[in-house]
Every structure is written in C-alpha cells, then in structure tokens.
C-alpha cells in the first residue's frame, strides 16, 4: 500500500545508512587529499562544488600524475555520464503526480547512492515527494562534506590503528548497494540485473571500472526493452 | 587556494550537476508504459545498483585471500537481516558489523 508523501525529515532519517557509508570513505577521501598534496581547504572545496566521490579520487590520481587540467576535466565529466540516467528513471517510478518544481535543489545530490534509496523507498510504497528528496540529500552531502574536513585535518593513518573498525567501514556502500538491490528485487527484474552484473564485471576485467559501470548499467538498460520489466 | 584546481573542480560540478538536474525536466508524463523509452528507463534502477554493488565489491574479491572470509560474512549479514527485518539500515549495519568481526578474526596474531 502506498504511504502518504514524505517529509523532510523522514529523508534525513533514511539518509543515515547512506551517512555511515559516507562518511569513512570521505574521511578516506580528505586523508588522501592532503597526502597528495592538496591544503585542507582544497579537499573540501572539491566535496563541496563536484560531491561525486568516485570523480574525486580518480581527481587526485590525475592531479598527482601531472595531467593537464583540460584533461582530467574531460575524464572526469565523462565518469559522471551515468548520472544522465537517474533524474529519468527516478520520476519514472514515482509516478506521473511527481513534482520536479525544486528538482533545482535535489537534483544536486543525486549520487548513486541517493538514487538507490530513493528508488527503494518507492519500491516500498514510499510517495516520492521533494522534501523527502531533499532530506535524503542533504544528509548525504553534509555526511560527505563532513567526512572530507575530519579525514583533511585528521591527516595520514588516522586508522592505522583500528584496521577492523576500517574494514567493516570499507564495507559499508558494498552492503548498503546489496540492500538496496534486495529491496527492489522482483523475479521481471532479474534479466537486467544479471545483465549489468556480468557485463560490469567483464569491462571492468578487461577495461577499466569506470567502463565497467558505465557499460553494465547501459546493457542492463537495454535489457529492459528485451522484456517487460516495472520499476 | 590553487586557482586551476578550483576551475576545474567548477566545470566538473557545473557539468556534474547539469547532468543530475536537466533530465529532471524531460516530460514522461505522457510516456506509454509499454513503449521502448519506458521499458528503458524501468530497467535502469535495477542495472545500475546491480552495477554499482558489484563495482563495489570487485576490488575487494580482487585483492585476495584475506578479505574471502569477511566477504562472505558481510553478504550472508546483509541477506540473513535483510530478509528478518526487511530493513534496509538494520542490513547494512550488520552487514558492515560482520565483515569487520570477520576481518578481526583473520588478522595475524
């Protein structure tokens, strides 16, 4: 049964997975920023204006390996193509009453992860409303602005000294994806999902992990128009 | 404040915005449910968290022998408390809860 539309704070609530998530790897991200080189206030700033964690490390490795500014600009737009898809297949699922007049301000935190909560939650019969997506946002990016600053001024092995307590964070986004695939799965979704799993694993074997996100995405797509498949 | 970093890091967030928020505004309203755009866009959620969880993990199955214990025990968590609970936060947890408890386990003494 569907539930009435969401608030605001019942988006901060169902953030906070995501927030645990967050927060180890942007700490990781602000420890690395700095070993690379950058001032603690550049590791945020790059949190702050691009919030596209992936983007940010691949960043770092081509500050720190000299490329040309152009260069790592480009790279980095192209590994942020897959985002072209989410606004779509989000409102597709919340329906034709869904509202997009503050799409303005939600749309910015749109990541992966706030995409595959906000697909779960209307999975489960959550109401897509646009304060609950700017609930869910906004606990992500100040999780992942946060974590940047303490990782940044924390500085190198911060963690050294815990490794289990870094692990289990580590793992932490491979858990929260798992559920959030679990709360959507239905027998009609299977054929994409084991589609983009195994074309993700063969491009990312034998090209790289951006290809392999990007092309296993595409082909589970695809899949779609193979079969009926309902989100 | 680097003054090149800062300009690329705008034009990557303009862009990365840009494609966040502009297909919010393509009309789908009146997009038939069977028509080859909708189906398209219905098996777009599921391919790419299907994606991204095994994006995830690959480095992790990649990296080798000591990570194979706490890897089964995280994914068994997350399935075991998923389907008790059907709770998304409670899955996760525990499932970062087991793969640390595991990982403890499998440090050298």
Redesign the interface.
């Known amino acids: 049964m569907t539930q009435p539309p969401a608030t605001f704070r019942s988006g901060l609530i169902s953030a ?2 995501i927030a ?2 967050y927060l180890p790897i942007a700490f990781s991200f602000g420890i690395a920023a700095t070993r690379a080189g ?2 603690e ?2 590791a945020v ?2 949190s702050v ?4 964690g992936a ?1 940010q490390f691949l ?1 770092l490795a081509l ?1 720190t390996s000299g490329a040309p ?1 152009i260069l ?2 480009f790279t ?2 192209a590994m ?14 919340a329906g ?1 009453a869904a509202s ?1 007049r503050r ?2 301000a939600w ?2 935190a ?1 990541t ?1 992860e706030v ?3 906000s ?2 939650a209307i999975a489960r019969g959550r109401r897509f409303s646009e304060p609950f997506m700017l609930g869910l946002g906004f606990g992500a990016y100040g999780s992942w602005v946060l974590g940047t600053a303490l990782g940044a001024l924390a500085g190198g092995g911060a963690l050294q000294d815990w ?3 870094d ?19 239905t027998r009609a ?1 299977l054929p ?6 195994a074309v ?2 063969a491009a ?1 074997l034998w090209w790289s ?1 951006t290809a ?2 990007l092309l ?2 595409l ?7 193979v079969g ?4 | ?2 003054l ?10 303009a ?3 840009g ?8 009309s ?2 009146d ?1 038939p ?2 028509s ?1 755009r ?23 199955l990649r990296s080798g022998g000591q990570n194979a214990l ?2 089964i025990a ?2 068994l968590a ?2 075991a408390v ?2 008790w609970r ?1 709770s ?2 409670a ?7 087991a ?3 595991a ?2 386990l499998t ?1 050298p003494a």
């Open positions: 906070l997975p645990m998530g950058l001032t206030a550049e700033m790059l204006v691009i919030f596209a983007a960043a500050i500014l790592s600009a980095l737009v942020n193509l897959r985002h072209l898809l989410y606004g779509p297949a989000l409102l597709k699922a034709q997009t799409a303005w749309a910015f749109l992966d995409f595959g909560a697909l779960g490794p289990a307590l692990a289990g964070l580590g793992f932490m986004l491979p858990a929260l994806f798992l559920s959030l695939l679990l709360s959507i799965l979704q994409p999902i084991a589609v983009a799993a993700c694993v990312s992990s392999g996100i296993g995405m082909a589970g797509a695809l899949t779609g128009l009926r498949v309902r989100a | 404040m680097s090149d970093l800062l300009l690329m890091a705008l034009v990557v967030g862009f990365t915005y494609f966040r928020f502009g297909p919010t505004k393509l789908l309203h997009l449910p069977q080859l909708a189906r398209f866009l219905a098996a777009t959620g599921p391919a790419a968290i299907a994606t991204l969880f095994v994006a995830s993990v690959l480095p992790v706490p890897l995280g994914t997350v399935l998923f389907f059907r998304v936060v899955a996760t947890l525990s499932g970062a809860a793969y640390g408890f990982f403890w440090l």
